[in-house]
């Protein structure tokens, strides 16, 4: 089988292995599409932490069942999606039911070799029928359900005010799925093209850039309180500071996204507000099947988000372009 390895940071290579055979418990999948993510492009510029090299990426990716194990409910041929996040099943956030901040965890593509590949063998209960939705569809399930447990994480209620900081893919879905649960949305992002997509295809009427005047605009469309909620998804460690000042008192700051740095603030202002702090940390099961509910429906625009597509043999090319802000990469998707 082809797989495309990153055998240090800014080279990627194909290179052929044996298709793996499954082990006790395991579904060979035969991988078809692979989202590519922010984590991905770290892994290639050479800057996300937690990894070792070479390794093959993609965390995000559908496909369709070869073998599985005796009287399983996956049969061949079933699309299927991954749920990338392996946890131990018995540690104390396991117990509680938050198996995705497990102590142990291991994610496909960071901790250990992920789907960019043609076949890949899986552990049989983070594998979950896609049927109902395309391939492309699936493959899009993980990025969104992290937005859509920062959002479960923060009880998101209708007619709350709420803010998102970062309108990537991570903070799109955030939005989405805010916006879904019934609250205003307004949007913070440097980069015009994403706001404009936040307008027009999301249907977010408050888009705003950061400038000089970002704090009175703020007040003003929040008739002066500020916000329920905020999100962060801009994986920078001086937005991260500034977002505590777009909380309401009573309000609560959600920091979904990671840097490695030490984040600051003021504790005389935080007490002053009684602002809930939040870390949220990838999905759990329950929100990638809220993501395909969601999907079955037609309440996600999926179309509109995915904006690229390669081959696996012409991701290698294809990564270096899409690494440029000027392609307005939102989703890009690998054919494999």
């Not at 599409?33 to 996300?48: E, K, L, S, Y």
């Not at 977010?204 to 929040?222: E, G, R, Y």
């Not at 999907?295 to 012409?314: C, E, N, V, Y």
């Amino acid at each position: 089988m082809d797989v495309v390895v990153c055998s240090q940071p800014g080279t990627l290579i194909v290179e052929r292995r044996p298709i793996p055979a499954p082990g006790p418990g395991e579904v060979l999948v035969r991988v078809r599409r692979v989202g590519v993510c922010g984590t991905d492009m770290h892994i290639f510029r050479g800057v996300q932490p937690y990894l070792t090299y070479p390794r093959v990426m993609g965390h995000e990716f559908s496909g369709e069942v070869v073998e599985s194990p005796q009287g399983s409910a996956h049969k061949a041929g079933d699309p299927v999606y991954v749920v990338p996040y392996f946890s131990c099943g018995e540690c104390s956030a396991c117990r509680k039911g938050r198996s995705n901040c497990c102590m142990a965890l291991s994610v496909l593509g960071v901790h250990r070799d992920g789907g960019m590949a043609q076949f890949v063998c899986v552990p049989e209960r983070f594998v979950f029928s896609a049927r109902g939705i395309s391939l492309d569809e699936a493959a899009m399930i993980e990025f969104l359900s992290i937005g859509a447990h920062a959002v479960r994480r923060a009880d998101v209620k209708p007619g709350q005010r709420v803010v998102v900081s970062g309108s990537g893919p991570i903070g799109i879905a955030c939005a989405l799925f805010a916006k879904l649960r019934g609250s205003e949305v307004s949007v913070i992002d440097s980069r015009p093209e994403r706001l404009a997509f936040c307008r027009d295809k999301l249907g977010i009427p408050n888009v705003l850039a950061p400038s000089a005047d970002l704090i009175a605009n703020l007040l003003s469309i929040s008739g002066g309180d500020m916000f329920d909620i905020a999100f962060d998804a801009t994986g920078n460690a001086q937005a991260m500071e500034g977002g505590f000042r777009y909380v309401a008192h009573g309000g609560t700051y959600v920091l979904v996204s990671v840097v490695s740095a030490d984040i600051k603030f003021s504790d005389p202002d935080f007490h002053k507000r009684e602002i809930t702090l939040m870390g949220s940390r990838n999905a759990t099961a329950e929100d990638f099947d809220v993501v395909l509910q969601n999907m079955r429906s037609g309440k996600i625009p999926t179309d509109a988000l995915r904006t690229h597509r390669a081959t696996l043999h012409d991701f290698p090319a294809a990564i270096t372009q899409w690494l440029k802000p000027e392609s307005e990469v939102i989703k890009a998707m690998v054919e494999c």
